[in-house]
Structures are given as C-alpha cells and as structure tokens.
C-alpha cells in the first residue's frame, strides 16, 4: 500500500482554470503538508495542516486553498490558474507538527498552458 | 529565518569515484538536518538525518553525512558511487523553532557515469 498517495499524478489544463489535487495518508500520522516543486527543482513548503487545522501558510496566493476533511486528507484546490503555476506538487505527511520525518507522496506535475 | 545552501547544482562522476555533496545551512539554533533523494520521476526519500548525538550519521544505500557545528555544515559523502546514484540530492534544514517545517536547499543533481 501506498503510504501517501496524490492524485492525479499529471495535469494539463489552460491557464484560468479551476484545478484539485488531492492527497491521502495511511500512515496515521497528524500532520501534512504541500510542497511545490518548481522547473529549477527547487523545494519551498506552501501549507501545513496538523489535525486539519492550518498551522503553516507561506505567503501563497490566496488563489491557492488547501482543504482537510479529515486528518488522512488534504487537498489542494488551485483557481484561476496561471503558467507560473505549472510545477510538481508533492503533498508530504509526518508524525506530529513538531517532529518526524517526512513521507512524500510521488507528486502531481501540473502543466498550465 | 532557516535557509540552506548546496553550492553544487550538476555534479559527474565515474562509477566508483567517491562522492562529497556540500550543504550549509543558516539558524542560529539546534537544529535538524535531512538529506533526501530523488530518483528520476519519483518522488523524495530519505537517506539520512541528524538530530543529536555522534554527528557521523550513516544512512542508507551506503551514505553518511558529517554535521560540523562550527562550519553550519551538513555534507555528504559516499566512498563509491554506483551509476543507480544517479538522482536529484536535497539538504533540507528543520530549525527547533520551526516546528516541522522542512527547509530544502536547492538541490544537487548527481549524474554517475557507468
């Protein structure tokens, strides 16, 4: 079983779109995250949620809306997409907000044209 | 704030040739350090971390990394490289007011030639 999965794992849409990514632990752990990956590799957090509650928001535009039904789940829902937002997304979890490694998810490469 | 530094973005290497990948991170308290691997369409793994204690620390697939306080540094090393190294490295930086959120350096993409 996959510990953390997201889906879908790529994505081509047209820049002012509405988009989700969606992401789900198995592993029981508290915490999750979203990252983005950009063209350069470059890894820099978004969110975090601990028992899905928002914890961590790194000044991402306010077009971008995580969400957290529960705490196995978080999804990312993107409007108005734009081309600087094509990069991979990689949705991460770890055992508590203040400690753990963190498990990631194989990442969903979103392509805005 | 936390930030890392890799200073080498492309490294080449001959199989067997050894292996020393700079990281240097900037916090001015304890920290905890990462390095993650990428293999080509896959997503981060873990190949080694540092939270206390002897900092010689010995990862998986035969790395280990070297934490030296006074230098803020965090390389990593691998006496022989096989050409399934081949992947993108990532030093990450957890400072202990950050609760846990990870502070990735750029990345250094490893290319090993069989």
């Known amino acids: 079983d996959t510990a953390v999965s997201q889906t879908p794992k790529y994505l081509v849409t047209q820049m002012g779109n509405d988009k989700s990514i969606k992401c789900e632990q198995n592993l029981g752990h508290d915490t999750m995250y979203w990252y983005k990956q950009d063209s350069k590799k470059f890894l820099k957090i978004m969110f975090s949620y601990n028992n899905k509650e928002l914890i961590i928001n790194e000044t991402v535009p306010n077009r971008f809306s995580p969400k957290s039904p529960d705490k196995a789940h978080l999804n990312l829902h993107i409007n108005s997409l734009e081309l600087g937002d094509s990069a991979v997304y990689f949705c991460?979890?770890?055992?508590?907000?203040?400690?753990?490694?963190?498990?990631f998810g194989e990442g969903s490469r979103l392509t805005v044209l | 704030a936390q930030s890392v530094s890799q200073h080498n973005h492309h490294v080449i290497l001959s199989e067997a040739a050894s292996l020393e990948l700079g990281c240097n991170y900037s916090?001015?308290?304890?920290?905890?350090l990462f390095w993650y691997v990428q293999y080509p369409g896959q997503h981060l793994q873990l190949l080694l971390k540092?939270?206390?204690?002897?900092?010689l620390v010995k990862g998986i697939k035969g790395f280990e990394a070297e934490f030296i306080k006074s230098k803020f540094s965090f390389n990593l090393r691998k006496p022989s490289v096989q050409w399934s190294d081949t992947a993108e490295y990532f030093c990450?930086?957890?400072?202990?007011?950050?609760?846990?959120?990870?502070?990735f350096g750029g990345g250094t993409r490893l290319m090993v030639k069989p």
């Open positions: 990450a930086v957890k400072g202990s007011n950050a609760g846990n959120m990870l502070t």
């Open positions: 991460a979890s770890s055992q508590s907000a203040t400690g753990g490694e963190l498990f």
């Open positions: 916090y001015g308290g304890t920290v905890n």
């Open positions: 540092y939270f206390s204690g002897d900092p």
